[in-house]
């Protein structure tokens, strides 16, 4: 069926969205098995479909919900291809990405309750190749599989170099820090203990006893034609815009345990309903009930998440609305996903975004989880959500002035809940970045860095905005009191550049010199540590960079937690 809407507002001047100058499209159908006691909750899901799909910009998206019962609805929206204007097919196949982690943390638990794993147990004994140089106790595939390992998680578990070797930043179980590399790592273990290789083990474990018998344990060039069409930002080197424009993306290959698997919403909704039954499917208990609790107990507090939310194995444990909550989100290079699964109402959803635009269909699912709820219980359903317009900004009047540079000057207007930028005699809007006092002007001459703003005390979340760097540019408020004088190693001068590596998990980054202080891309402050660099991005980010050989006062190359990124000349 399709929906008549009116056009997003603003896209005037942003630019329309994808979907907003056409018909919405909605492709739904019951579920086999489904019992068809959510459909009064339909109308009112399907309007926050569209409503956040041309918020954020969104191509097409599929979701499934689930409940202990069944998979109760699948349902696409939108477009799997653009360029045709044809909607997602429900046979299409979606990357889920990170949510693959639990996946292969629920093999591992069955490794465990065949006794095959020790989870307390140092992990070299069972992978004595990998490569950790550690001062503290040794880790565990416990800390591996709660991110409390301590150890950086850009790097691939085998770097190029063979005197590489993975640092131990603190020890492990002290701090959270998510780590795509050693859940690689965990995929090798489930191959040292089972005797096949990750793809198989799922295949054989996972899917076919819960007869996922649409998805894939891997992601190959042979697949191509079964997935849906995805997409990328077409500027992929600078901050992405809500309604920048998008590209068609590569294909890729992954078969490790950090996000190698693709699937159906159907099959997704297997998945949901055996999480929701507390590890238990059509076939029996995938594991036991003393693992899914571990699985589903709070280890380790992880505020990347959220206030709040731990993970467990492979699976963040939150809460909503009183209930417990188990969840995952998915990103790649051309898709979105979330997971949530209410395991005590026994209520879940999945859904997934064929684009990667920095941002997880969160609250689609979230919405969904409620309103079964208010269904199963009949209460009244929860009211629409807000809409999510970019260029809203609510305390818009904080970053309102003019902001001196030397003999520049960096001019911010409110309007409302409107900000902008002048530039050469024009008023440039500014869209709402990921994090807070964060902004991207809708301009290409301004769209390389984001405008980050800083409070007079950075502990006070509502405290004065004093200053605003741009890159390296640095402008600072009348009301600004901190010092004006900064020192720094004359060396770091010539660390300065454009840096890039074709990998697309990786890409480029730029080392901006600001207030004395060494940054990623004007938003991440790097800290000496010996003869490498920290990323201080938070207290524990166990990430590094280390600059290579100097040309003529220029850096030629930095390594990122081991990965290579080579200078780009004259950019």
């Not at 930028?421 to 970045?433: F, K």
Request: proline content about 5%; charged content about 25%; aromatic content about 10%.
């Amino acid at each position: 069926m399709t929906i008549n809407r009116r056009d997003v507002l603003g896209a005037g001047a942003l630019g329309a969205s994808i979907i907003a100058m056409g018909r919405f499209g909605i492709s739904d159908s019951r579920a086999q098995g489904g019992t068809g006691r959510y459909e009064e909750i339909y109308p009112a899901l399907d309007r926050f479909a569209e409503q956040f799909m041309r918020d954020m910009n969104s191509p097409g998206m599929t979701l499934v919900l689930a409940d202990r019962d069944a998979v109760q609805r699948v349902v696409t929206y939108g477009f799997g291809d653009l360029e045709g204007r044809q909607a997602p097919k429900q046979q299409e196949l979606f990357q889920i990405g990170s949510i693959s982690k639990s996946f292969v943390a629920l093999v591992l638990l069955q490794l465990f309750d065949e006794g095959k794993l020790e989870l307390n147990r140092p992990i070299v004994e069972y992978l004595p190749w990998l490569r950790i140089d550690s001062a503290f106790a040794p880790i565990t595939a416990h800390h591996l599989l709660t991110h409390t390992s301590g150890l950086p998680g850009i790097s691939e578990v085998f770097p190029s170099d063979p005197a590489q070797r993975h640092f131990a930043a603190y020890a492990p179980g002290e701090h959270f820090h998510y780590n795509n590399m050693l859940y690689d790592a965990l995929g090798s273990l489930a191959w040292t203990l089972d005797g096949r290789e990750l793809p198989e083990i799922l295949r054989k474990r996972v899917f076919e006893p819960l007869r996922m018998s649409q998805s894939e344990p891997a992601i190959t060039f042979d697949m191509r034609e079964k997935l849906v069409k995805s997409y990328a930002a077409f500027l992929g080197d600078r901050p992405y815009r809500r309604y920048g424009r998008l590209c068609e993306a590569p294909s890729i290959v992954s078969t490790s345990g950090a996000g190698c698997i693709v699937s159906t919403s159907r099959d997704m909704g297997a998945y949901v309903q055996m999480i929701a039954n507390h590890g238990r499917g059509p076939e029996g208990s995938l594991i036991s009930d003393r693992a899914f609790e571990l699985f589903s107990k709070p280890h380790a507090a992880a505020e990347d998440f959220g206030r709040g939310v731990h993970y467990g194995y492979g699976i963040a444990v939150d809460s909503l609305d009183g209930n417990r909550l188990l969840r995952h989100t998915g990103g790649m290079v051309s898709f979105m996903s979330s997971m949530m699964v209410d395991i005590d109402e026994g209520v879940g959803g999945f859904a997934s975004i064929n684009a990667q635009q920095g941002y997880r269909p969160n609250a689609v699912v979230k919405y969904a989880i409620q309103l079964m709820r208010a269904q199963r219980s009949r209460k009244t359903p929860p009211a629409l959500p807000e809409s999510d317009s970019p260029t809203s900004v609510k305390n818009a009047a904080d970053y309102a002035g003019v902001f001196t540079g030397g003999d520049r000057k960096l001019e911010i207007l409110a309007e409302g809940d409107k900000l902008f930028v002048m530039h050469e005699g024009r008023r440039v809007p500014l869209e709402r970045l990921g994090e807070p006092d964060q902004f991207v002007a809708v301009d290409r001459a301004l769209e390389r860095f984001a405008l980050v703003f800083s409070r007079k005390d950075a502990k006070v979340p509502d405290s004065a905005v004093v200053e605003v760097n741009w890159g390296g540019d640095w402008y600072w408020h009348a009301a600004y009191a901190g010092p004006m004088q900064f020192s720094y190693p004359k060396a770091w001068e010539s660390y300065v550049g454009h840096y890039r590596n074709e990998n697309p998990w990786i890409g480029s980054l730029r080392i901006v010199l600001c207030k004395g202080r060494l940054m990623i891309d004007g938003t991440t402050p790097l800290e000496a540590d010996g003869d490498l660099f920290r990323l201080r991005s938070s207290p524990y980010n166990t990430e590094w960079v280390r600059f290579g050989e100097i040309v003529n006062g220029r850096c030629m190359r930095i390594k990122l937690s081991g990965e290579d990124l080579r200078r780009v000349a004259a950019a």
